[in-house]
């Protein structure tokens, strides 16, 4: 059920942003594996390989700003900074974190992971960890984590579209979309059906 909400999540999204489909790429078999032994983890959260099925081959504007394992950045590599920065948390931390899941990196100072603890669970929460080694939650699931994405890239073509209607330069993520002057994406946000943990 899990993998047909993240897929509904993406559907949504390009539809209403008017998503290039050749923009964008899902990881295959052999992309996930070399993700599962790069980052020395036993097996994918099954949304989280539903999300990379999508969009972790060639992310288009999906986590624009951000690198995401497999789009564009390697997996041990990303997986050993992420573990850098949480030597240094203090408190409460993860269950199981040389086991983590690490998701993207934002600068080299921001992480989004799923704690190694939960990577048996269908849908577990995201955490963001900071290179000062601070922890906290992200989202309380990887398919809300996914639809908070999907929100991006839906304004990022209402962006795109109002800049083409004014007459003003599109930027370099207008590639992404097959948006001309008379486009109105949608107003609707994709929604998240996911069960938000306390």
Known sequence: MVREHVRSIYTEAARTAFLDREAVRGAEDAE?????GGQQ?????????SVLRLVGGAKGPWFLGERLVMADAEPAELKAEALGCYTRQNGTGLLDAPGMLVLTCHDGT??????????ALEDPA????DDTGRLQRSSGSLSEWFTHAANRVV??????????R?????PPWA????????????????????????
């Open 32 to 36: 996930l594996e070399r993700l599962v």
């Open 41 to 49: 983890i036993d097996s994918l959260p099954a949304a989280a390989d």
């Open 110 to 119: 921001r992480y989004e992971v799923v704690d190694g603890g939960d990577l």
């Open 126 to 129: 995201v955490w963001l960890l």
């Open 155 to 164: 304004n990022l073509s209402k962006d795109v579209a109002r800049r083409a």
């Open 166 to 170: 004014q007459g003003r330069p599109t």
């Open 175 to 198: 590639r992404y979309f097959t948006i001309s002057s008379g486009t109105r994406p949608a107003g609707g946000r994709p929604t998240s059906g996911a069960d938000v943990r306390p």
